[in-house]
């Protein structure tokens, strides 16, 4: 009885010891990011220029750059690792990543009709975001029509269809593109990048992220018991098809905003949960928060190297590739058995 007492006591105490050294290790990396880059800073000028003295070209490096720019990569990183980690559960699929309805597609396509019609960038923001949603709900509106009782599986090939469908499209917009204006900045949006990012752009992904991010953390309890099966969640008095919907429409609406903001960024919804449930666990109340830290300084690690490695910035969607791939195999490689 002793020993069992201590291991519930001990497992809470575990998961809030590594929340803390979590967060302890996020501010610890944006510091250091705001002293890594071009120009470099100490940690003195970093003070400084937080509190509002020292140089004034420290100051500005400080809050004009830097610092909407750590603020973009955590978001980004968090809302694409929470993304990852619900989809994952709901499809009960380590393979399953946020763009797996077709939402990064689309919203690849929504930016890239908007940079070729020559539109402000908020404009095309606006579009990328409306892409991202337009694709999952044609997805939905096809599946729904499709007559399959597995529902989850229907649901993943039309949007591997659609995916395919809004990449021809993208491609075509490729071609068509002015080759010296507009298809640089089409590339170059679609390999992710957060080099232009400004606190204005990061305020309209805010509302929509933590929109997303409500309904995920009330229905916790439900999404562990949909990993178990429809026949299950029924058994235990829970509506599989209307969770369902909630999650998806939750995960998508977080995807798309920040596929807006920063581009195509691959990998992190794939790989973050995967790290977050060796350390936590499949349960989907602590792999959420897990996912959202790991994700957050994950991305944000990537982004500091991505304006600090070579002289012309490396596009994150290259990094994230170079170091979720073998990590994947790697993965793969220790043969583990079942993905949660």
Not at 1 to 6: A, E, F, I, P, W
Not at 119 to 144: D, K, N, R, S, Y
Not at 192 to 204: E, F, M, N
Request: glycine share 12%; net charge positive.
């Amino acid at each position: 009885m002793g020993r069992g007492t201590t291991a519930r006591v001990s497992a809470p105490s575990l998961a809030w010891s590594l929340t803390t050294g979590l967060v302890v290790g996020l501010v610890v990396l944006c510091f250091a990011a705001l002293m890594i880059g071009p120009y470099g800073l100490t940690p003195g000028e970093v003070l400084a220029a937080l509190i509002g003295r020292g140089e004034a070209q420290a100051q500005i490096v400080v809050w004009n750059i830097r610092l909407p720019r750590i603020g973009a990569a955590l978001l980004v990183g968090a809302a694409l690792a929470a993304a990852g980690a619900s989809y994952q559960a709901l499809f009960r699929n380590p393979l399953v990543s946020p763009d797996i309805l077709g939402v990064s597609a689309g919203a690849g396509l929504g930016a890239v009709a908007g940079i070729f019609l020559s539109l402000p960038v908020a404009a095309i923001q606006g579009a990328a975001f409306a892409g991202g949603m337009a694709a999952v709900g044609f997805v939905t509106l096809v599946a729904g029509l499709v007559r399959n009782t597995d529902r989850t599986l229907t649901l993943v090939l039309v949007g591997v269809v659609i995916g395919a469908l809004a990449g021809a499209a993208t491609s075509l917009l490729k071609v068509l593109a002015d080759p010296y204006d507009q298809l640089p900045a089409i590339t170059f949006w679609l390999l992710g990048s957060l080099a232009s990012v400004t606190s204005a752009d990061i305020l309209p992904a805010l509302p929509a992220v933590a929109l997303g991010l409500v309904p995920l953390v009330l229905l916790r309890w439900r999404i562990n018991v949909l990993s178990l099966g429809d026949e299950e969640a029924r058994a235990l008095g829970v509506e599989a098809g209307r969770t369902r919907f909630l999650v998806i429409a939750a995960a998508t609406l977080i995807t798309a905003s920040v596929t807006a903001l920063a581009g195509v960024v691959g990998w992190v919804g794939l790989v973050i949960p995967h790290i977050a449930r060796m350390l936590v666990g499949p349960g989907f109340g602590r792999l959420l928060p897990t996912s959202v830290l790991i994700g957050a300084g994950y991305l944000l690690v990537v982004d500091t190297a991505a304006r600090s490695i070579a002289a012309i910035e490396v596009p994150l969607g290259i990094l994230t590739a170079v170091i979720g791939a073998p990590f994947f195999v790697w993965l793969l490689a220790r043969g583990r058995r079942g993905w949660s």
